[in-house]
């Protein structure tokens, strides 16, 4: 990686010139992004990894700090445990997060740096899995990373508490930690996370709403302030354990953003089109609990017989509109898909222009750089 590439920015529903924007489940990840250059996904993987390796440790120490009934059902949730409290060698997750918050820190402070943001980076991962507890209680999902949900392992209540407990080990970690960024990191990530609950708040109004009474600008909006911000903040918070200047570090928070933005589109069409082979979650589920998702917004609104179709299906009680493939056809030929790979990919263009601003040097970004390629070019 030797030079910033951010490409055009096409308008909804033009082509991008020059690629096929983000691939698709089966494409095999060869489309391209308007990102950097060729994609290697073993770098990103690499750095995912020894992440895990670095955080997990951290992780595991916060977690046995917890009492016996929510330390259970927080190993439960991470993969580290069974329901009956034995161990188990389970999947915690990809660990972007705080992947972002020490190749910001290692980008712009080096390798000491690095060092001294592993309790950033894990206080960040603590708070996308009080999320996550939450949001599978709220979204009444069944399945996560290929098992039970806690909820439905634990009960409501018990999840609930177990994702409380989580935010506080979070903003405790970082209370402790005698580092000088880590009072700006603790009120940086405070700030976070309301700005976490308003969008989920949005995210569940939306339910309740008609299909033709959501735009796409309000769908935006959710999108960045319940997965944008949280990736936007991990960067920042590893540019302020490295004593980066503020523009910097607001640089690095908008690359988190608007990388953010282009997973959460991508996500979307992981919900519609996954294999579940992949995503460990029913095909078309989104679909059939009606979310209003970005591919889905964008669909409705296009004005075409497919919106139409698309709207009658949506209104449909549950057990009467549950044909899943009939709804995602309609989807593909109102233009949903295509709109959010195309802006999948605006999106990567936007972040890399914000990244350039705060590191100049593309060998320094590598790693940012290769994570938020990852993000965006996943299948599951």
Not at 66 to 89: K, V
Not at 210 to 226: F, H
């Amino acid at each position: 990686m030797t030079e910033y590439v951010t490409g055009t920015r096409p308008h909804p529903g033009e082509a991008r010139a020059g690629g096929r924007g983000i691939p698709s489940q089966t494409d095999g990840g060869s489309g391209d992004t308007g990102g950097t250059g060729a994609f290697d996904g073993h770098e990103a993987a690499a750095i995912l990894e020894e992440t895990r390796g670095t955080v997990d440790p951290a992780l595991q120490a916060a977690l046995d700090s917890l009492p016996g009934s929510m330390r259970r059902i927080s190993r439960y949730h991470f993969g580290w445990e069974h329901a009956d409290g034995t161990p188990a060698a389970g999947n915690a997750g990809k660990a972007i997060r705080p992947a972002l918050v020490l190749a910001a820190a290692a980008a712009l402070g080096g390798p000491a740096a690095r060092t001294a943001a592993l309790p950033a980076a894990a206080a960040v991962e603590l708070i996308h899995n009080f999320t996550l507890l939450h949001d599978d209680v709220m979204d009444r999902d069944a399945t996560r990373r290929h098992r039970p949900t806690a909820w439905t392992v634990f009960g409501d209540a018990d999840a609930i508490l177990a994702g409380d407990a989580l935010q506080a080990l979070a903003l405790g970690m970082l209370a402790a930690d005698p580092h000088p960024a880590s009072a700006a990191a603790a009120a940086r990530l405070a700030d976070c996370v309301v700005e976490l609950c308003a969008g989920q708040h949005s995210d569940t109004a939306m339910e309740k709403r008609g299909p033709s009474e959501v735009t796409l600008d309000e769908v935006l909006a959710m999108a960045e302030a319940k997965t944008g911000a949280l990736l936007g903040c991990a960067c920042a918070l590893g540019a302020l354990y490295a004593g980066a200047p503020e523009d910097d570090v607001e640089a690095l928070d908008a690359f988190g953003r608007e990388a953010g933005l282009a997973f959460q589109l991508i996500d979307d069409v992981i919900g519609i089109w996954g294999d579940p082979r992949h995503t460990g979650k029913p095909a078309g589920a989104d679909l059939v609990a009606r979310k209003k998702s970005l591919p889905v917004v964008a669909a409705l609104g296009s004005g075409t017989p497919a919106a139409a179709e698309l709207a009658e299906l949506y209104a449909l009680p549950h057990e009467q509109g549950d044909d899943v493939e009939r709804m995602t056809l309609a989807v593909e030929r109102a233009g949903g898909r295509e709109w959010a790979q195309e802006q999948a990919a605006d999106r990567m263009a936007r972040a890399m222009s914000e990244l350039a601003r705060a590191i100049p040097d593309p060998e320094s970004a590598g790693g940012l750089l290769s994570l938020a390629e990852f993000v965006t070019r996943r299948s599951t």
